[in-house]
């Protein structure tokens, strides 16, 4: 077969025609899966929730993301400390909530924080470990102390004897915790 030649000598045919682009990919594009990155990285997903032991003072953070638990921190304090020494470490905790959750997204930026008083533990909730040891270091008898800290580590029914005697303790001990300064034994560290 003859080919025809242009009157340049180059051969003369239709140019074959371009091959198509690769079909392009289906599916998400990469500036929408960082939005969404981002976006769930700022969405309120994380509430933490504090406890203490109602004996020993310990701290314990609980962090849920939607209702789930994920992680749960724990930190001595002093007087976890001194009550690890005086009645061992291997003693049980007394987990009480406490009144706060805050809620934070992933990133760490803090949202809201709410007060949840029918959630909360008993009166001994509201003690600092800081008031907690002076307790422990004022009255002359850890064991009997360390039973009205667990008496009060969970709320009686409205209403009763207990109930009434929950409060009149806990009042007291804050009023002494609020005056008192210093320890009364002289073996506290």
């Known amino acids: 077969m003859i080919e025809e030649t242009s009157m340049f000598g180059f051969p003369q045919h239709a140019p074959e025609p371009a091959a198509e682009p690769p079909a392009a990919k289906k599916g998400p594009s990469k500036l929408l ?30 962090h849920q993301v939607w209702g789930h638990p994920v992680v749960a921190t724990e930190a001595e304090t002093r007087c976890s400390r ?11 905790h007394r987990w009480v909530a406490g009144s706060w959750t805050e809620v934070r997204a992933l990133c760490g930026l803090r949202y809201f924080g709410t ?38 580590a969970q709320w009686e029914a409205e209403g009763t004897p207990e109930r009434n005697r929950q409060e009149e303790v806990a ?18 560290d």
């Not at 009645?87 to 049980?92: A, C, I, Q, R, V």
């Not at 009042?171 to 609020?178: D, H, T, V």
């Open 33 to 62: 899966i960082a939005g969404l990155l981002v976006l769930l990285a700022l969405l309120p997903l994380v509430e933490s929730r504090d406890f203490m032991c109602a004996a020993c003072g310990k701290r314990r953070t609980e």
């Open 82 to 92: 001194w009550y690890a020494s005086r009645f061992g470490s291997d003693e049980p």
């Open 115 to 152: 007060h949840h008083y029918d959630r909360t533990g008993g009166p001994v909730a509201e003690f600092t470990p800081q008031m907690q040891l002076l307790i422990y270091e004022w009255f002359p008898d850890p064991v009997e102390t360390k039973s009205t800290f667990l008496s009060l």
């Open 171 to 188: 009042s007291r001990l804050r009023i002494w915790g609020r005056t008192s300064q210093q320890p009364r034994n002289a073996d506290a």
